[in-house]
């Protein structure tokens, strides 16, 4: 059974700084692993895809990698601004289809 | 395009009753999944269809149904609701059966209150 956890479960940081986001995930036979980025009470933003073939992907500020021997995917957000203020979810994919496993959620605040 | 769209945005429902929600996926998507995601924390699946057909079931009691339409959108149906079933519900849809190599996107959700 896939579990997967996120840390920290809460960050607060000033404008301006880079951050990582940490995701672990226990079964290495993972074929994917998302991103996704949560406002209070709204609905998931996909922010990047990274397929089992693939190490990283990127957009804009974000970079996201994955190491499945590790069981680990970061996301790194350069020069962080007060509108990436948000929850941010990573989910992983394995065991057929779409069921997919969500970790918690690391909440970022970002202070002007 | 419009996007994931989700009917209603928020509902209340007294314990007991049925409830019934709504999903159109992003047009030319043949796959739609059912979350539930309680306050504070992650989604949970509920259900996977693709080509009207259910492809996945998470750990949910069987008060929890759902269908896909020819034209794609979907249903989910919870019948005797409890104060636990209160939350968030999501609609995922994407191109493809699975989540291999197709991102999958969300709508804004339902928020359900069962009092």
């Known amino acids: 059974k896939q579990e997967v956890t996120q840390i920290p479960a809460a960050l607060s940081v000033p404008e301006g700084e880079n951050l990582v986001l940490n995701c672990s995930f226990t079964d290495s036979a993972i074929y994917n692993l998302q991103w996704f980025r949560q406002d209070p009470g709204k609905g998931l933003t996909s922010l990047l895809l990274i397929q089992s073939s693939q190490r990283e992907q990127t957009s804009g500020r974000l970079n996201a990698s994955l190491d499945k021997s590790s069981g680990r995917s970061t996301l790194y957000i350069a020069a962080s601004q007060p509108g990436d203020s948000a929850t941010y979810l990573c989910a992983g994919g394995s065991g057929g289809y779409q069921k997919v496993t969500f970790g918690i959620g690391t909440k970022l605040q970002v202070i002007p | 395009d419009a996007g994931v769209t989700q009917s209603p945005t928020h509902l209340i429902k007294t314990r007991g009753q049925h409830v019934t929600l709504r999903c159109s996926p992003i047009?030319?998507?043949?796959?739609v999944s059912w979350y539930q995601q309680v306050l504070g924390q992650g989604p949970q699946f509920i259900f996977q269809?693709?080509?009207?057909?259910?492809?996945g079931r998470g750990n949910f009691p069987d008060r929890f149904s759902a269908r896909q339409f020819p034209n794609y959108s979907s249903e989910l149906n919870v019948n005797a609701l409890l104060l636990g079933d209160s939350a968030l519900y999501l609609c995922?849809?994407?191109?493809?059966?699975?989540?291999?190599?197709?991102?999958?996107?969300f709508g804004q959700g339902t928020r359900l209150t069962v009092v």
């Open positions: 047009s030319g998507h043949k796959s």
């Open positions: 269809y693709y080509e009207k057909e259910e492809r």
């Open positions: 995922a849809s994407s191109h493809d059966r699975g989540w291999a190599d197709t991102e999958a996107f």
